[in-house]
């Protein structure tokens, strides 16, 4: 009898336990967070803020604390670190942690991980920046091994271009037939052949001063085949054809609308709207392929849609279906923005273009004049150790 009132007791105890663990795993209300719309009310939106990533919480199912008992199984807390490129395709989220490989949000699987093929040959130990063609070949830059290599379509590892030492490549765009390279050690584009690796050809460090690369890091090309290459040398967007001649600039250094302070990654949607990256404004401009500032959104905060040292940009027409959900009733979403944070708690952000529905927008020359206003009041608002970390060029932490 004595045993058999222990065994009940330790029944009773264990049946308390998992309702006690059980109760700690009870679905807590939600409260649905505020939606952010850039710019602010009263002025009409254009850009949405929809999610953000880190890490593997933010795609894989999240695990109770009734399941992590039973199973012993804690929840990944694997997360980016220090990213910088970023690329979509095919249900996943490719990222160039400098500080670790190209990590994969796979949307589909709800999984979180390294690029398959980045290991032996492929081994990526500080990828800086990712493109990928129509036919799912991915083009990783690394500036350790100051080589481009190329992944295929279904993540593997493929083949590498480039001798290190003869350059430090930091971006690669494939367009047609050809792989244009940024080379920020000759100042100049380095074209490739896509399927070889033989270099064809190579611009942007002869003619005219004010033709001239200097510190050439980002790439993008339009519909036109206008390739845009920002350079953080001269603080501006420079504009090439596909065969490597000069079609001018946009912006200039300075601390006005259509400046720039720290200009990084580049993007140009399908309507050739043009986005250019700023470090320093923790924005981002957008740009008529003319030059013509269109409009701008970001600040430096931790919140919800903010950036903190935001380095690359990717437009994409194919995924609005994961993020659907995130789209105000108001909103009509066109496409989806992809940004990458150098630090924060929100490293990859989500953002969406679009209108409000029922609502006719003004015309262009109306909007500037409110974006240089608006762009004077933010940046004087800035807090005052940002700008000073800014001015003399330094990173959080350093």
């Known amino acids: 009898m004595k045993h058999w009132n222990l065994a009940k007791r330790g029944l009773v105890g264990l049946a308390a336990l998992v309702l006690f663990v059980a109760g700690c795993a009870a679905p807590q209300k939600v409260q649905k967070p505020e939606t952010v719309f850039y710019p602010?009310?009263?002025e009409l939106p254009r850009i949405q803020f929809l999610t953000s990533f880190t890490g593997a919480k933010d795609v894989q199912a999240a695990k109770s604390a009734f399941e992590s008992f039973v199973t012993g199984v804690k929840e990944d807390q694997k997360r980016l670190d220090k990213p910088y490129g970023i690329a979509v395709h095919n249900g996943k989220i490719y990222v160039c942690d400098t500080n670790q490989t190209v990590m994969v949000f796979d949307l589909e699987k709800r999984s979180y991980g390294p690029l398959q093929g980045a290991k032996g040959k492929g081994k990526l130990?500080?990828?800086?920046?990712?493109?990928?063609?129509?036919?799912?070949?991915?083009?990783v830059?690394?500036?350790?091994?100051?080589q481009v290599v190329v992944f295929d379509r279904d993540d593997l590892y493929a083949k590498?271009?480039?001798?290190?030492?003869?350059?430090?490549?930091?971006?690669?765009?494939?367009?047609?037939?050809?792989?244009?390279?940024?080379?920020?050690?000759?100042?100049?584009?380095?074209v490739l052949d896509k399927a070889t690796g033989e270099v064809l050809k190579k611009f942007g460090h002869q003619g005219e001063p004010r033709e001239r690369l200097y510190l050439p890091t980002n790439l993008a090309f339009d519909r036109d085949g206008i390739l845009y290459v920002s350079d953080a040398g001269k603080f501006q967007i420079f504009k090439f054809d596909r065969d490597g001649h000069f079609r001018g600039t946009i912006g200039r250094h300075g601390?006005?609308?259509?400046?720039?302070?720290?200009?990084?990654?580049?993007?140009?949607?399908?309507?050739n709207?043009?986005?250019?990256?700023?470090?320093?404004?923790?924005?981002?401009?957008?740009?008529?392929?003319?030059?013509?500032l269109l409009l701008f959104f970001g600040t430096a905060t931790r919140g919800p849609g903010g950036m903190y040292l935001p380095a690359k940009v990717a437009v994409d027409y194919d995924h609005m279906k994961y993020f659907e959900k995130y789209v105000d009733p108001i909103f009509e979403a066109e496409y989806l923005l992809f940004l990458t944070n150098q630090f924060g708690p929100r490293m990859v952000n989500v953002y969406a273009y679009g209108k409000e529905k029922g609502k006719k927008y003004p015309k262009e020359e109306e909007i500037l004049e409110?974006?240089?206003?608006?762009?004077?009041?933010?940046?004087?608002?800035?807090?005052?150790?940002?700008?000073?970390?800014?001015?003399?060029?330094?990173?959080?932490?350093?």
């Open 273 to 292: 709207r043009l986005y250019a990256v700023d470090a320093a404004f923790d924005n981002m401009q957008a740009f008529t392929t003319d030059g013509q």
């Open 370 to 398: 409110k974006l240089k206003e608006r762009f004077r009041k933010e940046q004087m608002d800035k807090p005052a150790e940002r700008k000073e970390a800014e001015e003399k060029g330094i990173e959080p932490g350093q």
């Open 125 to 139: 130990p500080q990828p800086f920046n990712i493109s990928i063609d129509a036919e799912g070949n991915k083009y």
């Open 160 to 190: 590498v271009f480039g001798i290190p030492g003869n350059w430090k490549p930091v971006d690669a765009v494939a367009y047609e037939s050809r792989l244009y390279v940024a080379d920020i050690k000759n100042g100049m584009v380095v």
């Open 255 to 271: 601390s006005e609308a259509g400046a720039f302070a720290r200009p990084r990654g580049v993007a140009v949607d399908r309507g």
């Open 40 to 42: 602010d009310p009263p």
């Open 141 to 146: 830059v690394d500036t350790v091994r100051k």
